[in-house]
T-cell receptor
């Protein structure tokens, strides 16, 4: 079955430290890949997406992600964490043949940022 | 441009009742998708509507249903509520074509007592 795995339900970093949130998917055909962020009591906001082309994708708020086909991964990084980055992050995949509105989400990673 | 609007923001119901949630997509968007979010199961796809037709359906029982109107507004209905239906229900809209992203509303928090 097609699936998305986010390693680590909770990640804690210090302010100014590197943020690395991991995402792996299971598919032999490269899917469309997304990272969303959710702040408390809010909906989801798109950080970045990969469809085709350049495998290093830059998003909002200084985040970026790299699609690695050989590793079936799409890890999210940010060089320097800010307190405002504390939120829950979701990796999502639209598999080949899937309709636009049908995304499969990972379980989410809650990011804490320590001062 | 107004974002995706979901009403109501909060709902409290009792077991056995039914509930209807509403979603108004971004102007011009023809696709509306619904997701259920719970702490245990995470985000799960319920269904997607495009131009008033259900285009895709997730793995939920028939108690969960939806529809889309000619103005693209969508409603989802849950009948015979169970305690396990307590969740945040998120609606997302998009153009429905190509590689466009989904825009999410703030959700309706449903509590079943």
């Amino acid at each position: 079955a097609q699936s998305v795995t986010q390693l680590g339900s909770h990640v804690s970093v210090s302010e100014g430290a590197l943020v690395l949130l991991r995402c792996n998917y299971s598919s032999s055909v490269p899917p469309y890949l997304f990272w969303y962020v959710q702040y408390p009591n809010q909906g989801l906001q798109l950080l970045l997406k990969y469809t085709t082309g350049a495998t290093l994708v830059k998003g909002i708020n200084g985040f970026e992600a790299e699609f690695k086909k050989s590793e079936t991964s799409f890890h999210l990084t940010k060089p320097s964490a800010h307190m405002s980055d504390a939120a829950e992050y979701f990796c999502a995949v639209r598999f080949y043949g899937g309709s636009q509105g049908n995304l499969i989400f990972g379980k989410g990673t809650k990011l804490s940022v320590k001062p | 441009k107004a974002g995706v609007t979901q009403t109501p923001r909060y709902l409290i119901k009792t077991r056995g009742q039914q509930v209807t949630l509403s979603c108004s997509p971004i102007s011009g968007h023809r696709s509306v998708s619904w997701y259920q979010q719970t702490p245990g199961q995470g985000l799960q796809f319920l269904f997607e509507y495009f131009s008033e037709t259900q285009r895709n359906k997730g793995n939920f029982p028939g108690r969960f249903s939806g529809r889309q109107f000619s103005n693209s507004r969508s409603e989802m209905n849950v009948s015979t509520l169970e305690l396990g239906d307590s969740a945040l229900y998120l609606c997302a809209s998009s153009s429905g074509q190509g590689r466009e992203k989904l825009f999410f509303g703030s959700g309706t928090q449903l509590s079943v007592l």
